[in-house]
């Protein structure tokens, strides 16, 4: 027999030796597993969890009255674009028509060429001038004519007789001529452009030298003693004022609550905004203060009627859902949907659960909380 037939008959032997080696270990390492016991010390208890801790405040029934707020927006009473009345070549431009310029009712813009309007006006003084004379002929006509007929001891036939229609038309001519007069006095003054009313030059349209025309846009003038703003409540909000509001005073506040005085009501209610389908109130500013600008947003607190059996609350009492969680006098835990009434500085005013209070209302309610679940009220009154 050869060394290559002795290595070909050794090798299938060792291979069951490797796989019965193998097998053996991991037999014995089963059984080690099953044999070893666990270390970790498993103490049985009969008693149950103590419940979880629930911060609360207690609230009572109250009186309050009624504060609704919402924001508008800030506007000018005047903001207007003013424009030519007349046409002509501007030949100056004042120091208070430039854009951002702070002007005074009164105040002068534009000059515009004024002399074709200076030559209208003594042409039309001069006809008026001519009218009186023509009226003063026919009156002295009539004059002459009703003593003729009272020497004679006559009734003058008809009217044509003592001049009373010619006396008649030279009144009316008289009352024309005045009335050119005036238009061309009024022409001659809006030559000179000034600000009808005090504010701010937004914008700047027209330059030296430009020729325009009537309803040529010149500047834009915005108003900055006072103010409008109109704020809009839905019917439930509306319902809590107390009418009428014609004149109420509101508080005026920035978003971040800085108060910035006071506004009164002109108007409100009457008809709902064709888009919002809300109630409309209409409130104006005469003394503005200086943080007031127009354009910003502020918040407007209309105060409304006082309301019996009402519960103040934190926001944060109420649930996204809008429930609120009361813990009763067993400690467990009772759902309630509030009718809210308004809100304010981070405080909801709803009408007070049925029952006979004061009630414990959970401050911050979690989304785990079940009905009838068993609490541990802590008393939160901050």
């Given amino acids: 027999m050869t060394d290559q037939t002795l290595k070909t008959q050794q090798r299938p032997t060792r291979r069951w030796l490797w796989i019965g080696l193998s097998l053996a270990l991991f037999v014995a390492i089963v059984i080690l597993l099953f044999d070893t016991e666990d270390t970790i010390d498993v103490q049985a208890t009969n008693s149950a969890p103590p419940p979880p801790t629930v911060s609360v405040v207690t609230v009572a029934p109250e009186t309050v009255q009624a504060r609704i707020s919402a924001f508008a927006e800030v506007r000018p009473r005047w903001d207007a674009e003013l424009r030519s009345a007349v046409s002509g070549r501007i030949t100056a431009v004042h120091s208070a028509a430039l854009a951002g310029a702070r002007v005074e009712q009164g105040d002068r813009l534009f000059s515009i060429e004024n002399a074709p309007y200076q030559s209208a006006v003594a042409a039309a003084e001069m006809e008026l001038e001519q009218a009186e004379l023509a009226l003063l002929r026919a009156q002295n006509n009539v004059t002459v004519a009703q003593r003729q007929f009272e020497r004679d001891e006559t009734e003058p036939p008809n009217e044509l007789a003592v001049n009373l229609p010619q006396l008649r038309i030279a009144k009316k001519t008289v009352a024309a001529a005045q009335a050119r007069l005036n238009a061309a006095r009024r022409d001659l003054n809006d030559a000179e452009v000034v600000a009808p009313f005090s504010g701010f030059v937004t914008h700047r349209f027209a330059s030296l030298g ?7 846009a010149l500047i834009h003038l915005s108003d900055d003693r006072k103010f409008e703003l109109v704020a809009e409540f839905s019917r439930a909000d509306w319902a809590l004022i107390d009418h009428p509001i014609s004149g109420v005073t509101a508080d005026l506040t920035q978003r971040s609550g800085e108060a910035l005085g006071q506004a009164q009501v002109r108007r409100g209610g009457g008809f709902l905004d064709q888009d919002t389908r809300q109630v409309r109130v209409f409130l104006d500013v005469t ?7 127009a354009g910003d947003f502020l918040q407007v607190h209309i105060p409304g009627r006082r309301i019996a059996d009402t519960v103040a609350l934190p926001e944060s009492a109420v649930t996204r859902a809008g429930y609120i969680w009361l813990v009763d006098d067993e400690d467990h835990l009772q759902r309630f949907s509030p009718n809210i009434l308004f809100r304010s500085e981070g405080a ?6 049925d029952g006979i209070g004061p009630w414990r209302v959970a401050r911050t309610p979690l989304a785990s909380f079940l009905p009838g679940q068993r609490v541990t009220p802590q008393s939160d009154e901050g």
């Fill in 348 to 353: 909801v005013t709803i009408l007070a659960p």
């Fill in 287 to 293: 003394n503005p203060d200086e943080r007031i600008l």
């Fill in 210 to 216: 430009q020729t325009v025309n009537p309803g040529d």
